[in-house]
């Protein structure tokens, strides 16, 4: 392959090379800017569609949509079954790569037997469709096999990652409404097993042991730890799925048929169950990952290190790749064990050609140094992707040398939870990147930067910074929180409602070429290794405390992780401790209640918030102290002498 070079603004055009083959070229663009309709309609037929749909967008119900009207699809057949019956049965679907070494290799025809016992097994549980299946389960081929049974019988899953507390979990099944979790005995974290029923079994006896919806947990075993038990509730998958039957016939849904929930911090302690739905959703999934990654199926061996417990997982490694006839890398253990060579041995094993990760993984290699990956042959390597928040230039630029020698493209990928899909990315054959930048909307997509009024941003001016919005309906956008629609309206509808737009909560800039830069959240939504946390959730599980009367957070910025959890608390009067074991016992007890991953990295004890003159707690003034920049305008503070005792505690802490 040969190697491209930055041209002297430090952008990098495609390779003659690479552009020959891609699978997406510039007529993308002109097509889509052409007529729109026909562009998704065109990217619809990427799909096996049992009904035709008659209509490719209905909007009259804005904001919810209605794509691919009149259509019916079955995901799990476009997924799977028809890739076996086009002669593909004997191609390796997964290769799953457990974290204690062992491994798997899964075929398509494999997978539809797996797949279909399962949904035969569901069906004789009494699940029909629209019912509601939790998935809380580790990265192990049984969580693939279990969404994609769900997929088939028409069951909206809810995947609750399995770093989340019983609460958490308790909380998404409580919502949803959830007739039956899938999980595992245990899952293996740095060679040690840590227990996943017995969480199971805490959520559901949570709330003072009041009943949940939950009539069965059916359980997986993969690490062999002991387990609580509840006859006639709780079964185990070998007894029930693995002996029934590897035939079913997937019906179809319609294109609007929920496919999934899946919940997502919002700017208050309840997190939001974002809908998506079938058509749609698959089509665009399909699509970005056959543009954006180049992907040829049969020939590419493509690793999303994502969980599926994220909307990553969902679109990029089950959804996406699937319905592309996807050989992939499963991996279900951290990146760290036995030794921070695990990614590149893995991707050495199976010639990985196409890797999929998030930026705080990329600084983490960096810190680990480059010795690390250029022990390894990893030649393989023809593209790089990224997504979940922004990449520096600096990481971005490292990810291309390091580890792709130079010449790989790297993709940096931008949207949400409520996106579905990739929306806004270089298509690597066309574009010229630039380090840092989410640079275009894809065709297809359209999207704006604009100003409070919703006027556009100038170009180039870093005052210029706006709010990030999409103003055309897109195939795999949500169709409204769980429960909640007046929620949906309100969080994502009302900033530009005059205007009909989509509000991301990003911000974003557009450089002197009008290429788009993503500059992360706007809203109380915080960014820690690319996981969206909400200030209002830690607050609320500090403030559980009996010792906190009041706690602010906040996202400072922090070289690993993107942003760090900082909290500032006032304790109650009952409080006698104030030291560090209570800090202690305070960052252990959101590690708890919410999942360690929104564990604070600090927690400053203060004697007072700063709030304006409404009440509200002024957090970017908080931010300005937690990442130690001078204050901006505190004026409308109450009192402005507030944060020299903050400051003052701080130091002292
Ligand atoms: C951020 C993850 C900059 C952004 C797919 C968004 C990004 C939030 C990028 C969604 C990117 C995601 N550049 N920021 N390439 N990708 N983000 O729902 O703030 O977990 O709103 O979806 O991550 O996070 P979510």
Not at 139 to 164: T, Y
Not at 348 to 359: D, N, Q, R, S
Not at 460 to 469: F, H, R
């Amino acid at each position: 392959m040969t190697e491209t070079t930055a041209d002297p603004r430090g952008s990098y055009p495609p390779a003659a090379a690479f552009a020959a083959t891609a699978n997406a070229g510039q007529e993308l663009y002109d097509q889509a800017a052409a007529d729109r309709d026909a562009f998704w309609a065109e990217q619809a037929g990427r799909l096996d569609w049992q009904q035709p749909f008659e209509r490719v967008l209905d909007w009259s119900a804005a904001p919810v949509a209605q794509w691919f009207v009149g259509g019916r699809l079955n995901v799990a057949y476009n997924c799977v079954d028809r890739h076996v019956l086009a002669g593909h049965g004997d191609q390796v679907a997964i290769h799953w790569e457990g974290e204690p070494g062992d491994s798997r290799a899964i075929t398509y025809r494999e997978l539809l037997a797996e797949v279909s016992r399962a949904a035969n097994y569901l069906t004789e549980l009494g699940l029909v469709a629209g019912d509601r299946v939790a998935i809380y389960m580790p990265m192990i081929p049984e969580a693939i096999v279990a969404m994609l049974a769900c997929a088939r019988l028409g069951l909206p899953h809810s995947v609750v990652f399995a770093g989340f507390s019983p609460t958490a979990l308790r909380q998404r099944v409580d919502d949803a409404r959830a007739r039956l979790v899938i999980t595992a005995d245990g899952q293996w974290r740095r060679g040690k097993s840590a227990p996943l029923k017995e969480a199971v079994d805490e959520a559901l006896y949570a709330h003072g042991g009041t009943p949940s919806s939950v009539e069965h947990v059916l359980v997986v075993r993969r690490t062999g730890i002991e387990v609580p038990w509840t006859e006639g509730r709780d079964l185990w998958w070998h007894e029930t799925v693995t002996p029934a039957s590897p035939e079913h016939q997937a019906e179809p849904f319609e294109a609007e048929h929920p496919l999934f929930i899946l919940y997502t911090s919002g700017t208050t302690g309840k997190p939001k169950g974002i809908l998506h739905t079938t058509g749609g959703y698959l089509t665009q999934t399909s699509y970005t990952h056959h543009a954006v990654f180049d992907h040829k199926p049969g020939r590419d061996v493509y690793w999303c290190t994502a969980d599926i417990g994220w909307i990553t997982g969902h679109s990029y490694i089950v959804y996406g790749p699937l319905a592309n006839r996807t050989t992939q890398v499963v991996y279900e253990g951290t990146p760290n064990f036995p030794d921070e060579h695990r990614h590149w041995q893995i991707i050495e094993k199976y010639g990985v050609t196409i890797y999929y990760t998030a930026p705080t993984l990329v600084r983490t290699f960096m810190k680990w140094g480059r010795a690390i990956p250029t022990a390894h042959d990893l030649s393989s390597i023809r593209l790089l992707g990224s997504v979940g928040e922004p990449i520096n230039p600096e990481a971005w630029r490292w990810y291309r040398e390091v580890i792709g020698a130079n010449r790989t493209p790297v993709v940096d990928t931008w949207w949400q939870t409520e996106t579905g899909a990739i929306m806004i990315s270089p298509l690597p054959g066309v574009t010229t990147t630039k380090p840092g930048a989410a640079m275009t909307p894809l065709p297809g997509i359209s999207a704006r930067v604009v100003d409070e009024m919703g006027e556009p941003v100038s170009h180039g001016e870093t005052e210029a910074n706006g709010y990030l919005v999409i103003d055309q309906p897109w195939p795999s956008m949500l169709r409204g929180i769980w429960g909640d629609m007046e929620r949906y309206r309100a969080t994502y509808w009302e900033r530009f409602a005059e205007q009909g737009w989509y509000f991301a909560g990003d911000g974003a800039k557009l450089d002197t070429d009008g290429d788009l830069w993503v500059l992360g959240r706007v809203d109380d939504v915080m960014n820690v290794s690319g996981h969206r946390i909400s200030t209002a959730e830690v607050e609320s599980a500090l403030v559980a405390h009996p010792s906190v009367a009041e706690a602010a957070v906040v996202g400072a910025e922090d070289p690993t992780t993107g942003q760090g959890i900082v909290a500032f608390v006032i304790l109650t009067t009952e409080a006698t401790d104030t030291g560090s074991a209570l800090i202690e016992e305070l960052k252990t007890g959101v590690a708890k209640e919410i999942s360690p991953i929104a564990r604070p990295r600090e927690i400053h004890v203060v004697p007072e918030l700063p709030k304006t003159r409404s009440g509200k707690i002024m957090r970017r003034l908080l931010r300005d102290t937690a990442e130690g920049r001078q204050l901006g305008d505190t004026s409308t503070l109450v009192d402005p002498s507030v944060f020299e005792a903050i400051r003052a505690s701080k130091e002292a802490g």
